[in-house]
């Protein structure tokens, strides 16, 4: 399974961007997915995940109430809509599938597969 994500770009403080997380081959429909981002300097963290059916869903609580992930397994693909973005939201985001449906949402040891990143930059 491959993943490509793709949507990142320079934005101002208050705008908004979709970022897509795009599978090739696998089953990715059958996977919870999970976004996550790492900014210089810092540790990876979770951003929020999704559950394979789209059912359940997960958030970053500093996040809550201005991302939204869904997803379409119709499109193997997953996004995240990023609304009222800050610079603090500024790193690299990376999404992540899971396909055993082991672990906890919010750890990157869940998921088996990662994409290589697409970069988001807030600026004030």
């Known amino acids: 399974v491959q993943l490509q994500a793709s949507g990142g770009g320079l934005v101002q403080a208050g705008g908004s961007l979709r970022l897509s997380c795009a599978s090739s081959?696998?089953?990715?429909?059958?996977?919870?997915t999970g976004w996550f981002r790492q900014a210089p300097g810092k540790e990876r963290e979770f951003v929020a995940a999704i559950s394979w059916s789209g059912g359940s869903t997960y958030y970053l609580d500093r996040v809550k109430g201005r991302f939204t992930i869904s997803r379409d397994n119709a499109k193997n693909t997953v996004y995240l809509q990023m609304n009222s973005l800050k610079p603090e939201d500024t790193a690299v985001y990376y999404c992540a599938a899971d396909r055993d449906y082991s672990g906890s949402y919010y750890h990157g040891d869940k998921y088996d597969y990662w994409g290589q990143g697409t970069q988001v930059t807030v600026s004030s």
């Open positions: 081959g696998g089953t990715f429909s059958r996977y919870d």
